[in-house]
């Protein structure tokens, strides 16, 4: 079955650093999103994509966020300036078409900012 | 303002018997009602959902029901198996093509052999 992909499992960055975190998503889907999850805390929304640009973003995904899908197969979340509270697993998920249909979500990417 | 609860952080039972997690949440505009169950180290995997025009669903050993006059949402797991022991995920989205889903805190579920 096929699955959304995350690399790397683990990143562990200085504050101040930018980072790139990659996905890839599910060939047929259409619809991408990024979530985070802080240690003990619940899954939260960053950003949805769909159609080449964002279609809802949330009051975490600041000017120090950007997603791109690059070459048609990959989605990618950059943080530009990383801060000691961006340290969460940070969770891919795709979609394939209509807002019923579950989401896929990847195993997810743990950053850790020292 | 959390739109989403999940009273109890954590549910042991016994295998074979049922295992009922509950959801609360605020916004009665949410259309469609989904349970997410993970495991450590992996991400959530999809397990059952439910649009805002059912009251119930099932699938195998496990029933969704929805209460919109309470806003609530429970899932329903019987004969409940050792396997099914992972955090369980609540998630609500609206009709649209952002589709962004508003997770539960989670309940962790232990199920005892």
């Known amino acids: 079955e096929p699955e959304v992909t995350q690399t790397p499992s683990h990143q562990v960055t200085q504050m101040g650093q930018e980072v790139i975190l990659r996905c890839v998503p599910i060939?047929?889907?259409?619809?991408f999103y990024w979530y985070r999850q802080i240690l003990g805390q619940k899954v939260e929304f960053l950003v949805s994509f769909y159609n080449n640009e964002i279609s809802e973003k949330s009051e975490i995904f600041d000017d120090q966020f950007s997603v791109e899908r690059p070459d048609g197969s990959n989605f990618t979340l950059k943080i530009r300036s990383t801060k000691l509270e961006d340290s969460a697993m940070y969770f891919c998920?795709?979609?394939?078409?209509?807002?019923?249909?579950?989401?896929?979500f990847g195993d997810g990417t743990r950053l850790s900012i020292l | 303002d959390q739109q989403v609860k999940q009273n109890s952080p954590s549910l042991s039972v016994q295998e074979g018997r049922i295992s009922i997690l509950n959801c609360d949440y605020t916004?009665?505009?949410?259309?469609?009602f989904l349970w997410y169950k993970k495991y450590p180290a992996e991400g959530p995997t999809f397990l059952i959902s439910?649009?805002?025009?059912?009251d119930k669903n099932e699938d195998g050993r496990f029933t969704v029901f929805l209460n919109k006059s309470a806003k609530h949402l429970s899932l329903h797991i019987v004969p409940s198996q050792p396997g099914d022991s992972a955090v369980y995920f609540c998630a609500l989205s609206y009709n649209t093509n952002a589709g962004k889903s508003t997770f539960g805190d989670g309940t962790t579920l232990t199920v005892k052999p």
């Open positions: 998920a795709s979609r394939k078409g209509e807002s019923n249909q579950p989401q896929h």
């Open positions: 439910i649009s805002s025009i059912k």
């Open positions: 916004n009665s505009m949410f259309d469609y």
């Open positions: 060939s047929n889907h259409l619809y």
